[in-house]
């Protein structure tokens, strides 16, 4: 069974910070890219930042570049996304996702999505 993990969000201040886990299992980790997604309330779903797991090449969005960084440990079939300098906008529900080979923030033509995890940021 495929399943993708999301855990890590909650309530921060403008400036904080947030470590995001995808964990993944029943698939061929090493051979997809693991994408971030998040979706504000009544907004369309917005790709963050995505890693190939077999090469390490990464997109980020023109919106969190310099905030946030993808990171992969390959061990533990863990994505993670470190979120520094939190901004208000930032708020939504994050989701992690899974895609074959290619590196992308488009969210279609992802093959498996998790469950989200909450990320607030507020005075």
């Known amino acids: 069974e495929v399943q993708l993990q999301a855990s890590g969000g909650g309530s921060v201040h403008p400036g904080g910070s947030l470590r995001l886990s995808c964990v993944a299992s029943?698939?061929?980790?090493?051979?997809?890219?693991i994408g971030w997604f998040r979706q504000a309330p009544g907004k369309e779903r917005e790709g963050v930042s995505c890693?190939?797991?077999?090469?390490?090449?990464?997109y980020y969005a023109d919106s969190v570049k310099g905030r946030f960084t993808i990171s992969s440990d390959n061990a533990k079939n863990t994505v993670y996304l470190q979120m520094n300098s939190l901004k208000p906008e930032d708020t939504a529900v994050y989701y992690c996702?899974?895609?074959?080979?290619?590196?992308?923030?488009?969210?279609?033509?992802?093959?498996?999505w998790g469950q989200g995890t909450l990320v607030t940021v507020s005075s």
């Open positions: 890693i190939s797991i077999s090469d390490g090449s990464t």
């Open positions: 029943g698939f061929t980790f090493d051979d997809y890219a």
């Open positions: 996702a899974a895609i074959l080979g290619v590196v992308t923030g488009n969210p279609d033509g992802y093959d498996y």
